[in-house]
């Protein structure tokens, strides 16, 4: 029996308005060409960097999040390697003295370890085309921080849960978009197969991975691929590999370099930069409630487990729910079940976000709580979602169009009646023992409401006047 053991580099853009170490803007997605560049990200001789202070802090947010040692100050170094896309040919990045040391994250009932995050700027970016590659360089020396785990996760599911955990953090902490698709998100992974058991076996680097499903691709096929090795009794061989899309194959670029190859040295150009205790205390009071703890908060409330979950990392839907829940009109579950289901199913189809509607939490909330109440049936309520987006009001459109529950029994009797009377086959077929047949008369009467009755109502007076216990 083989089993995979895997680490990630996680790359998080920062989401400061300048580079990590210039003063060019650094939302550079969408922009023209090498729009974004100065004499500094270009590596123009005499030109000097200085360390952008939000982007340290920002850094420092992840850290304290994730429980991280964080140093008394930080040392950046300069890792040579040769960078097509990089002018200066070398990373400004940090080496011996990180950001942060150890920490973890929650997933699925355990820790996942972390080694290290420093902060780093980026290089720009290459555009193969026949025969000539061009280079934009708006994207050199924009921040980055580095996430680096321990090898903890097992199989490609958990690393792509780990990402969107990691996702979901950075996104609650306001420190990056962290959008896979803006290229504001993107891992390397490091995996190797081992018999259980048996010491770490040889591992492999495959690079630039940016989506989610990619690094789930990526790792499926390459665990494959050193399983098949190990059976045939060979041995995996160390290496840096890429991933083909379209073919959903791993392939070979060059092979492993070690830590000596990068010649790490101190920046001689950026002095250490001080985190004096204070300002370190100011940032941890300044973190918001962190996806584990508002989780904890969701299940506290009588929240279902796996629902308490799923909103708790969904930065946006939590937002949503908890101004919804801050006006007490309607229970935690009601609202979770309403927004998971009926809404979220409503804004996939349509392919929407919740920030692109008018749909406000209150009125969401006094929607669920007209349902909750019994004045409006489930029916009637997603009746009334779509225009809900648009900003209308719920209260109003059931009492201009008349919507709110038949309750009245005697009504309902006599509409109970008309459906018997109207299917006698069905009523003869309830009347043996075939309760299926029930359905088609409790639709009749339904119809006849618009929808507005409650079914359970329907069918219990239905049962009665059948003589069906």
């Known amino acids: 029996m083989y089993e995979a053991v895997i680490g990630l580099e996680v790359h998080l853009h920062l989401k400061t308005r300048t580079k990590a170490f210039c003063g060019c803007e650094a939302d550079y997605f969408g922009a023209e060409p090498n729009t974004h560049t100065c004499p500094v990200c270009l590596g123009l001789p005499g030109a000097l960097p200085v360390a952008n202070r939000l982007a340290v802090e920002y850094g420092l947010r992840l850290a304290l999040a994730l429980g991280a040692e964080v ?19 070398y990373q400004i990045s940090q080496y011996d003295l990180p950001l942060g040391r150890g920490g973890s994250l929650p997933l699925g009932g355990r820790r996942v370890r972390i080694k290290r995050l420093h902060l780093e700027e980026d290089a720009g970016k290459s555009l193969h085309l026949e025969g000539r590659t061009l280079l934009d360089l708006n994207r050199a020396g924009s921040p980055l921080i580095e996430l680096v785990t321990e090898p903890d996760l097992k199989t490609p599911e958990e690393a ?8 979901a953090l950075v996104q609650t902490l306001g420190i990056s978009d962290a959008s896979p698709e803006e290229g504001k ?12 058991g048996e010491p770490l076996g040889t591992k492999v680097e495959i690079k630039n991975l940016n989506s989610f499903k990619s ?6 096929y390459e665990i494959r691929r050193q399983t098949e090795v190990l059976r045939r009794g060979e041995r995996v061989k160390q290496a840096t590999l890429g991933f083909e899309e379209g073919s959903g194959k791993t392939y070979p ?3 492993k370099e070690e830590e000596a190859d990068y010649r790490y040295f101190p920046e001689p150009d950026l002095p250490p930069v001080a985190i004096p205790r204070d300002w370190l205390e100011e940032v941890r009071q300044s973190l918001p409630e962190l996806p584990w703890e508002k989780e904890a908060r969701y299940r506290a409330l009588g929240i279902k487990e796996k629902d308490a979950e799923v909103l708790a990392y969904a930065p946006a839907l939590s937002r949503f729910l908890d101004e919804a829940l801050s006006l007490g009109l309607a229970s935690p579950q009601a609202l ?20 692109a509607t008018r749909l406000s939490p209150e009125a969401f909330a006094r929607l669920v709580a007209l349902f909750e109440r ?11 979602l779509p225009e809900l987006l648009e900003g209308q009001d719920p209260e109003a459109l059931v009492r201009a169009r008349g919507l709110r529950v038949v309750a009245d029994e005697g009504a309902l009797k006599a509409l109970v009646a008309e459906a018997i009377a109207a299917m006698p086959e069905a009523a003869e077929s309830v009347r043996q023992g075939k309760l299926k047949a029930l359905d088609a008369l ?3 009467v339904m119809r006849k409401t618009k929808g507005q009755a409650k079914p359970e109502a329907v069918r219990r007076l239905l049962l009665e006047a059948l003589g069906v216990g």
């Open 442 to 444: 409790v639709g009749q």
């Open 336 to 355: 979770a079940n309403w927004l998971l289901a009926d809404l979220m199913g409503l804004l996939n189809e349509r392919g929407l976000g919740l920030e």
């Open 253 to 255: 670029m060059r092979t």
């Open 374 to 384: 019994g004045e409006v049936t489930s029916r009637v309520a997603k009746g009334l």
């Open 185 to 196: 998100l993107r891992a390397d992974v490091n995996v190797s197969v081992r018999r259980v």
């Open 215 to 220: 690094v789930q691709r990526a790792l499926e």
């Open 71 to 89: 140093p008394g100050r930080l040392v950046f170094h300069r890792k040579h390697y040769f960078y097509p896309d990089l002018p200066k040919n």
């Open 160 to 167: 792509r849960l780990f990402l969107q955990r990691i996702q």
